[in-house]
């Protein structure tokens, strides 16, 4: 199995990345690295080169740049060189932390949608109260969505859910205004009824947002826009709430600073939960190949997690299940 990174996309690439590399090397002697970058630099962080090759890129695709324009532009850019290399079938799957647009319109215009699925998503796993975590999508790959988009999303989190997760007949929601299934707008409505008549994946109904934190669902499903939102309303709720809780200590005098002392442990396992670093990426799925998204600002653990995900997703033949699946459903 060979990942090909995007050596130099990120905020603190390619250190990060490269020592990311480091770590997932130890746990997974059965990969290999195609590292795509700066040589000079990827070598300056890189502990040695078992399992890794690494391929010279004179470009770099950043944040500020077009998607669109610059996958067609930047042919020898680090991103664009490495969703090649799993295009060309020398690599397996592509790992980023670079532009997040450039990397989906990198992988839908060279990588390619499995066939019968009307619209790939993006899907990240997210903490829950109850320690077990939730996969959510579409988080953003998409503005609009059809309530067959929604559908299509809600078999390829299930099938992620179970085959990446390991999670038995996961239990799939539609976030929605209201548990009813009379709620929602028409397309969540519409998406409802077409869930409700499949068999082939566990569908409980509607989900309120207030709920998907507590592990209500396994896997929630929802159109690119209210992803999007929702899930930036979580990251921006709990780094506020950490820093409320850190104030009220370091504000509170004598008797807070004990108490924070006290409870120093317990905030340091809630901040592990709300933290990036053991979620891995964010998957973009429905394509014929494992495309993840690091976060821009990964630390070396979250890159080496991202790693041992897409592991998951290769060893599991996730994404030939899904063409399998889809195949299937085609014909009847």
Not at 71 to 82: E, F, G, H, P
Not at 258 to 273: C, E, N
Request: hydrophobic residues 40%; negative net charge; proline residues 3%.
């Amino acid at each position: 199995m060979k990942i090909a990174i995007d050596a130099m996309g990120g905020d603190f690439a390619p250190e990060n990345i490269v020592k990311g590399v480091n770590e997932a090397k130890k746990n997974y002697p059965d990969l290999e690295f195609m590292l795509f970058g700066d040589g000079k630099k990827i070598r300056q962080y890189l502990q040695d080169e078992n399992q890794v090759e690494i391929i010279e890129t004179t470009e770099i695709i950043d944040f500020h740049d077009d998607p669109v324009t610059a996958i067609k532009t930047k042919k020898d850019s680090s991103l664009v060189r490495a969703i090649s290399a799993v295009k060309n079938g020398e690599a397996d799957a592509v790992l980023s932390a670079g532009s997040t647009g450039a990397l989906l319109t990198g992988g839908l215009m060279l990588i390619k949608r499995i066939k019968q699925v009307s619209r790939p998503a993006l899907m990240s796993t997210l903490p829950s109260a109850d320690g077990a975590g939730f996969d959510m999508l579409d988080l953003g790959a998409n503005t609009e969505n059809t309530a067959q988009h929604l559908v299509d999303f809600a078999i390829l989190g299930a099938y992620y859910a179970e085959q990446v997760r390991g999670i038995k007949n996961p239990r799939v929601a539609l976030l929605s205004n209201g548990a009813e299934e009379s709620k929602g707008s028409p397309v969540t409505k519409e998406a409802h009824g077409l869930l409700s008549a499949l068999t082939d994946i566990n569908f409980i109904g509607n989900i309120e947002s207030r709920d998907i934190l507590s592990g209500g669902a396994d896997v929630v499903v929802a159109d690119g826009f209210t992803g999007n939102a929702v899930l930036k309303a979580i990251e921006g709720t709990a780094s506020l709430l950490m820093k409320q809780i850190k104030s009220a200590i370091m504000n509170g005098g004598f008797s807070a600073k004990i108490g924070g002392a006290l409870i120093k442990k317990p905030l340091s396992s809630l901040k592990d939960l709300l933290s990036t670093d053991g979620a891995g990426g964010a998957a973009f799925v429905g394509l014929k190949a494992p495309v993840v998204k690091a976060h821009g600002n990964s630390s070396a653990q979250a890159i080496a997690t991202a790693i041992g995900q897409i592991h998951r997703m290769l060893a599991s033949d996730m994404t030939g299940k899904l063409v399998e699946h889809f195949e299937k459903r085609d014909q009847h």
